[in-house]
């Protein structure tokens, strides 16, 4: 099966994941993607191959040598608009003209600079109502084209291959369930994200905030001197914050809040937070402007109640590998021996790799060539995934 036919197969199969679900994986879907994939790891001959009570499917390609790399995608794709395309379009040697998706989307690189990066690439783009799926079908498609590779090439590697491919990673729970020694790996890499031209390790330290503010409601006929409105409160909370230090107004290591939730009525608000930075003392620095906050209120608003619930989730992996390099030192040299380059940048997000890289595998984060996730607009280089497959190669040797 060729590249372009795996990865049309597998985005075919719509694994959308749910916030609102209390099941893992979240949908019925992705436990049957991970049989189709257990399936196909089987037939190219893989014998030791499960799908555990959580429908993650481990592989691993034992060659007898001292050291076993892991590579690792998930199968879910984010819950914006609906997956399972069925007719992407493919386009051949790009060149940097407007993309026609449908009669009413149409993507140009006045809009989208990420396709100036792609003159000269194959591409497949949407068909307008879908998304593509390549994050992380791409990923997936890339470790299989690898693993193909890998088995009729035994001989030429330094390192066993472990594989995993798990759920809900677009939902933030894609490592909660990630058993590292099911993995049997030394070190892995997330095989997720966009341009293959950049890697990662680095990422936002992260926590979430949930603020509750209990007004007093009254008449409004009657309110002057008595009424609370919590609504007027929720908004002069967030006004108290740094009104420039949210995601639309920050950039590359820029920390942020993130307004998230707002619902509300006279009596009862909530409002609801995501906190971000890579500096981990400013980060803590943010949680302390919420309680400085929350005080500030309830001192002009004595009658008020006012709850501020702060929750960390994910740390930045860079401050585990500033101390740990042999990952990293094996992304840098697949990259000379295959001549390709290489820039590493920080992640605006989270990623599986960083709470993995803290349950003890280190796990860095390699791209894809997917582009624009997340929505209509999305697009990946078929050159860029090839590509990968060569770095891989070399990352094994």
Request: aromatic fraction near 10%.
């Given at each position: 099966?060729?590249?372009?036919?795996?990865?049309?197969?597998?985005?075919?199969?719509?694994?959308?994941?749910?916030?609102?679900?209390?099941?893992?994986?979240?949908?019925?879907?992705?436990?049957?993607?991970?049989?189709?994939?257990?399936?196909?790891?089987?037939?190219?001959?893989?014998?030791?191959?499960?799908?555990?009570?959580?429908?993650?499917?481990?592989?691993?390609?034992?060659?007898?040598?001292?050291?076993?790399?892991?590579?690792?995608?998930?199968?879910?794709?984010?819950?914006?608009?609906?997956?399972?395309?069925?007719?992407?379009?493919?386009?051949?040697?790009?060149?940097?003209?407007?993309?026609?998706?449908?009669?009413?989307?149409?993507?140009?690189?006045?809009?989208?600079?990420?396709?100036?990066?792609?003159?000269?690439?194959?591409?497949?783009?949407?068909?307008?109502?879908?998304?593509?799926?390549?994050?992380?079908?791409?990923?997936?498609?890339?470790?299989?084209?690898?693993?193909?590779?890998?088995?009729?090439?035994?001989?030429?590697?330094?390192?066993?291959?472990?594989?995993?491919?798990?759920?809900?990673?677009?939902?933030?729970?894609?490592?909660?369930?990630?058993?590292?020694?099911?993995?049997?790996?030394?070190?892995?890499?997330?095989?997720?994200?966009?341009?293959?031209?950049?890697?990662?390790?680095?990422?936002?330290?992260?926590?979430?905030?949930?603020?509750?503010?209990?007004?007093?409601?009254?008449?409004?006929?009657?309110?002057?001197?008595?009424m609370i409105n919590s609504v007027?409160?929720?908004?002069?909370?967030?006004?108290?914050?740094?009104?420039?230090?949210?995601?639309?107004?920050t950039e590359d290591y820029q920390?942020?809040?993130?307004?998230?939730?707002?619902?509300?009525?006279?009596?009862?608000?909530?409002?609801?937070?995501?906190?971000?930075?890579?500096?981990?003392?400013?980060?803590?620095?943010?949680?302390?402007?919420?309680?400085?906050?929350?005080?500030?209120?309830?001192?002009?608003?004595?009658?008020?109640?006012?709850?501020?619930?702060?929750?960390?989730?994910?740390?930045?992996?860079?401050?585990?590998?500033?101390?740990?390099?042999?990952?990293?030192?094996?992304?840098?040299?697949?990259?000379?021996?295959?001549?390709?380059?290489?820039?590493?940048?920080?992640?605006?997000?989270?990623?599986?790799?960083?709470?993995?890289?803290?349950?003890?595998?280190?796990?860095?984060?390699?791209?894809?060539?997917?582009?624009?996730?997340?929505?209509?607009?999305?697009?990946?280089?078929?050159?860029?995934?090839?590509?990968?497959?060569?770095?891989?190669?070399?990352?094994?040797?």
């Amino acid at each position: 099966m060729e590249m372009l036919e795996r990865f049309k197969k597998y985005i075919a199969f719509d694994t959308v994941s749910d916030d609102n679900s209390l099941t893992y994986p979240s949908t019925k879907s992705q436990c049957e993607f991970a049989d189709l994939l257990f399936s196909d790891l089987v037939s190219l001959g893989v014998k030791d191959v499960i799908k555990d009570e959580n429908s993650i499917v481990y592989a691993r390609v034992n060659i007898g040598k001292e050291k076993t790399l892991g590579l690792i995608a998930h199968m879910d794709t984010a819950p914006t608009i609906a997956g399972g395309i069925k007719n992407p379009k493919l386009i051949e040697k790009y060149d940097g003209s407007d993309i026609k998706l449908n009669e009413t989307y149409t993507m140009s690189p006045n809009d989208f600079p990420a396709l100036k990066e792609v003159i000269g690439d194959d591409l497949l783009v949407t068909d307008g109502e879908h998304l593509l799926g390549g994050d992380d079908k791409a990923g997936v498609t890339i470790i299989f084209e690898f693993l193909i590779y890998f088995l009729n090439h035994k001989d030429e590697f330094n390192y066993n291959l472990a594989i995993a491919f798990t759920a809900d990673e677009e939902i933030g729970r894609g490592a909660s369930k990630f058993d590292v020694n099911k993995m049997k790996a030394d070190i892995a890499y997330t095989i997720d994200g966009g341009s293959i031209y950049e890697a990662n390790f680095e990422n936002f330290n992260a926590a979430s905030a949930k603020v509750r503010i209990e007004g007093v409601g009254v008449h409004p006929g009657d309110a002057k001197g008595i009424m609370i409105n919590s609504v007027l409160l929720g908004i002069e909370f967030n006004s108290l914050l740094p009104q420039d230090m949210i995601p639309s107004k920050t950039e590359d290591y820029q920390g942020f809040f993130h307004l998230d939730s707002f619902k509300g009525d006279v009596e009862n608000t909530t409002l609801e937070y995501i906190l971000r930075d890579h500096d981990k003392k400013l980060l803590e620095d943010k949680k302390g402007m919420m309680l400085g906050a929350k005080e500030q209120l309830l001192k002009k608003y004595p009658k008020a109640k006012i709850e501020v619930e702060i929750k960390d989730e994910y740390r930045n992996m860079y401050d585990y590998f500033i101390n740990h390099m042999e990952a990293i030192e094996l992304i840098n040299k697949a990259y000379i021996n295959s001549k390709t380059p290489i820039v590493y940048k920080p992640i605006r997000g989270g990623t599986d790799g960083a709470t993995i890289t803290y349950m003890g595998l280190p796990c860095p984060n390699l791209g894809t060539g997917d582009f624009n996730p997340h929505g209509r607009f999305e697009f990946v280089s078929l050159t860029q995934m090839k590509k990968m497959v060569e770095i891989l190669i070399q990352l094994f040797k």
